[in-house]
């Protein structure tokens, strides 16, 4: 059998592992990737369901906790409030939350007696599990059609049954006892509006679907076009956590993520599940167009990894080639024969007996090496100069992620026309208060105050007057207070102070200061400058006692004032 040569036999043999290595390589980098990426996609979508989660939970809870506050104000509660003032009450607060389709109150025996514009008064709805439920306490009910509303209110612009979530809450009277319930239904156009922020068109059109099932499963929204598809018999098992793919009853394979309603502070849920899909083909995409790249890749690394290994292989054996036939010569007496200096390699078995030609090697071996670790040692330097840079930009990526996020907070925290805290942000910044109040007492005021008149402003002059004027009552009451008190809007032209280190003769200084402040105020209109006035109700903290307390009697005290000609302050408990 003729033997290879050494050129042939090191050709083959780094042609055959070059290539072996780069199909490896490829092979193990495209499976790693995509599982990564497949991951990665089933995150995102259990993100997007999370999102939608959090915006329902957080959605019923605030309707929840509005209608508990509007059934704890003391002009709910006094049956000596006129009729028309209450049903004004609530037709601000549908206007300040469009969502709300109906609000009305309705007495112990399930009589409407007042709601916004009018609707459904005088009619019983003490079949109404609503009713039934709130008279025992807080309550949010879940998704029905509509009843007595179906005929009176506009089919949504979807072209979808009129539907409502109820939220309701029991109205006692100053003595105790129960007067009603206090309801609202609440649009499910609401859901639909949630939706489509968080599944922008971009994510609809690469085929992002979701559905809100109630507890028994049952559907509550489906994308639109889509309500009569069926869902998968162990989609309740298969699809909770980060993205699973399930096959669906119309028999294609979804990447599917299940998501549970948890509630949102002391509103315990409803118990829904939302439901996000892609189609399979869609969702992986990705994974297809990175794994023909890991090919096209690994193609081309085994390419050059077998050019890399010919011309190896002929580096190697030319020298060895040229120093075998010095051998020969040298062992047929030829001394003077000249060592190739350009050698690179040695055949030890034919150099065994020339120890010069070792030393020689060996020297040459030496610079070599030596080469080769200032190379080394430079392309280290290299490679941490560029370490340092990719850190440094980085941390200037990290200091510019933060800066957003802190700018993302203050935004959430802020109402947009007044440029004060919105409702939430004063819960929060006035729980950290009262906690410290707890630690160390110190005297605490509540000023609530509003501007009289406002719909009449509006009215005769249009809505951007009233902006203007809700602008220029924020701008004169942030001059008046002082940096460390609490000012907020809290609704409408509705605005409160909490004013921390402040007795209550202080307090009463300061608000006077203010009405003084906000008469002199001069709103600038077509029709020539027009004036305003503001009532103001008091109410000073003591221990023990929560934000809501607090906000209610300076709510009481404001109605004393507005009953009692407007334009003034009151102190709780004087509301006279």
């Known amino acids: 059998m003729p033997s290879l040569s050494l050129r042939a036999t090191l050709t083959l043999a780094f042609a055959a592992v070059s290539v072996l290595m780069a199909v490896l390589l490829s092979v193990l980098l495209g499976r790693l990737t995509a599982d990564a990426l ?33 059934a704890s104000l003391q002009q709910m509660r006094d049956s000596a409030t006129a009729v028309a003032d209450n049903r004004f009450l609530l037709e601000k607060l549908r206007r300040n939350d469009i969502k709300i389709a109906w609000i009305g109150f309705a007495d112990v025996d399930g009589k409407v007696v007042y709601s916004a514009d009018g609707i459904l008064e005088g009619a019983n709805v003490a079949a109404r599990p609503w009713f039934i439920s709130g008279k025992q ?40 006892h129960l007067r009603g319930v206090l309801g609202v ?14 599944f922008t068109a971009s994510r609809r059109a690469s085929g992002v679907e979701t559905f809100v099932l109630n507890r028994e499963g049952q559907m509550l929204l489906a994308p639109q076009g889509s309500a009569g598809v069926l869902l998968p018999a162990n989609l309740d098992t298969a699809a909770t956590g980060s993205g699973q793919l399930l096959r669906w009853p119309d028999g294609q394979d979804y990447v599917t993520t299940l998501v549970r309603t ?23 995409a990705p994974v297809r167009q990175m794994q023909d790249m890991v090919w096209a890749i690994g193609v081309a690394m085994a390419v050059l990894f077998a050019l890399f290994g010919l011309w190896l292989a002929r580096r190697i054996a030319q020298p060895l080639h040229q120093l075998s036939h010095v051998a020969d010569l040298l062992r047929g007496g030829e001394m003077n024969a000249l060592i190739p200096t350009s050698s690179t390699f040695v055949e030890t078995a034919q150099l065994a007996g020339s120890f010069r030609h070792l030393v020689y090697v060996l020297k040459a071996e030496q610079g070599k090496l030596q080469a080769l670790n200032e190379s080394l040692e430079e392309q280290v330097a290299k490679r941490t100069e560029a370490l340092d840079a990719a850190n440094r930009h980085l941390f200037t990526s990290l200091e510019e992620r933060q800066r957003l996020v802190a700018r993302l907070e203050e935004l959430a925290h802020t109402d947009s026309l007044s440029g004060l805290l919105n409702r939430r942000a004063l819960h929060e910044r006035s729980a950290i208060e009262l906690a410290r109040l707890e630690r160390q007492p110190a005297p605490l005021a509540l ?21 203007e004027a809700i602008r220029l009552l924020a701008r004169t009451a942030k001059g008046v207070l002082r940096e460390v008190d609490i000012l907020a809007r809290f609704g409408g032209e509705e605005f409160v102070a909490l004013l921390p280190d402040t007795s209550s003769e202080a307090a009463i200084a300061v608000a006077e200061r203010l009405r003084l402040a906000i008469s002199a105020i001069s709103i600038v209109t077509p029709a020539g400058p027009i004036g305003m006035t503001a009532s103001f109700g008091l109410a000073l903290w003591e221990p023990g006692l929560s934000l809501d307390i607090l906000i209610s009697r300076a709510d009481k005290a404001l109605y004393g004032a507005k009953h009692g000609g407007r334009n003034r302050l009151v102190v709780w408990p004087d509301q006279a």
């Open 38 to 70: 497949r991951q990665d996609i089933g995150t995102s979508l259990t993100e997007l369901a999370d999102q939608m989660r959090a915006r329902l939970d957080a959605g019923l809870a605030d309707r929840l906790r509005t209608v508990e506050l509007m």
């Open 137 to 176: 306490g807080p309550f949010v009910g879940d998704v029905h059609e509509a009843k007595l509303l179906a005929k009176i209110l506009p089919p949504p612009a979807s072209g979808e049954p009129l539907r409502f979530v109820d939220v309701a809450a029991p109205v006692f009277g100053t003595t105790g």
């Open 185 to 198: 239904h609440l649009s499910w156009e609401w859901a639909r509006d949630i939706e489509q922020h968080v």
């Open 262 to 284: 948890r509630g949102y502070d002391e509103y315990a849920g409803l118990g829904w599940s939302i439901v996000s899909r892609q189609a399979a083909q869609e969702a992986y």
């Open 447 to 467: 000023m609530i105050f509003d501007i009289d008149h406002f719909k009449r402003i509006n009215d005769q002059h249009g809505h951007d007057a009233g902006d």
